[in-house]
């Protein structure tokens, strides 16, 4: 079965490792030293059945899938697949997605941030090595701490509901707020579900974003909802920043009022000079929290195992189906 990879090069040995590229050239008829970053570069197309994607690949659209006449699936070890058209599906070609897997480092990263913002650990570490003195913990910080704290999880996304499953050990209260979800499910992550994002705020101490980004959710996260946050809460976000109305945020941390753990903004690279980079009551970080380092492993063992899945007739574990534009 002919198999080509449609990627940026420089990641294959990190997503893959030796037992994984090993183990694809031995069920695969493929080149694990030539990946391609545009359908052009893909040696005689017609060819391929199987394209493993990742980070890198290029848009596929209804006349590029037009250049694979044998392609049956594509095995994506990145996480959304809005590189592909939806006529994808219609061909009968099936489709598989390492959401679940590169999810789990954002969850883990979340639910850190979430407990070290509990802590106050980020804030009174900072007055620690700026007075350099001994710190009443108890009287400069009373309510820090986890135990008992509401946290509010906008999102019951594949990150969210892990996020969820991780505080269930805290003795945290959760309150979830997503349209679409059951007052089945939240019972079953033992979530009490919230209709009104501001009501949500309004009794969250921490406020973690996790709703995909869609036209839909741009600046969900609004300057009313952020104005119901009560003073001294902290938002965390691992989403997208632009989930964020960002200048109304602004607007509330340099008044002080708020705190922020943000490992995504809008743009996802500030321009320098932007105030973020200094406030003192922001934690930010350069989208560290998906798939980094050793983490990528994960992705590339997922991607081998659906196409061990696929190559022996068996159903993907994590199917996908593209969105229409």
């Known amino acids: 079965m002919r198999a080509a990879l449609l990627m940026d090069p420089a990641l294959v040995p990190f997503v893959f490792g030796d037992d994984e590229r090993a183990r694809l050239a031995e069920i695969l008829e493929i080149d694990m030293t030539d990946a391609a970053t545009s359908l052009a570069g893909i040696a005689s197309p017609s060819g391929v059945e199987v394209l493993i994607t990742g980070w890198g690949v290029p848009v596929i659209d209804s006349e590029g899938l037009d250049a694979f006449p044998a392609l049956r699936a594509i095995v994506h070890w990145g996480g959304g697949i809005g590189f592909l058209d939806e006529a994808a599906s219609a061909r009968g070609i099936r489709i598989s997605s390492a959401r679940s897997a590169n999810a789990v480092p954002v969850a883990e990263f979340t639910q850190a941030m979430i ?41 019951a996304s594949t990150i969210g509901t892990m996020v969820i499953e991780k505080l269930r050990a805290s003795d945290v209260e959760v309150l979830l707020y997503d349209p679409y979800a059951t007052p089945e499910t939240a019972q079953r992550l033992g979530a009490e579900l919230i209709d009104d994002l501001e009501e949500l705020a309004r009794r969250s101490r921490i406020l973690s974003v996790h709703a995909p980004e869609t036209p839909r959710t741009a600046g969900m996260i609004s300057r009313a909802v952020l104005a119901a946050l009560p003073d001294g809460a902290t938002l965390v976000n691992t989403a997208r920043g ?35 980079y200094t406030l003192p009551n922001v934690f930010l970080t350069p989208h560290l929290a998906g798939s980094m380092g050793v983490e990528l492993r994960r992705l590339g063992e997922s991607a081998l195992a659906e196409v061990e899945r696929f190559v022996s007739g068996a159903p993907f574990e994590n199917p996908m189906q593209p969105a229409a534009s």
């Not at 509990?118 to 900072?126: E, I, N, P, T």
């Not at 941390?253 to 321009?271: C, F, H, I, W």
């Open 115 to 155: 407990t070290l913002a509990a802590k106050d650990a980020f804030w009174l570490s900072r007055q620690y090595c700026a007075e350099q003195r001994f710190i009443d913990r108890e009287a400069t910080a009373p309510h820090a701490g986890l135990f008992r704290t509401t946290v509010g999880i906008v999102g």
């Open 242 to 276: 632009a989930l964020v109305d960002q200048d109304a945020l602004v607007d509330e941390l340099r008044r002080g009022r708020l705190r922020a753990v943000l490992d995504v903004t809008e743009p996802d690279v500030l321009e320098a000079g932007h105030p973020l």
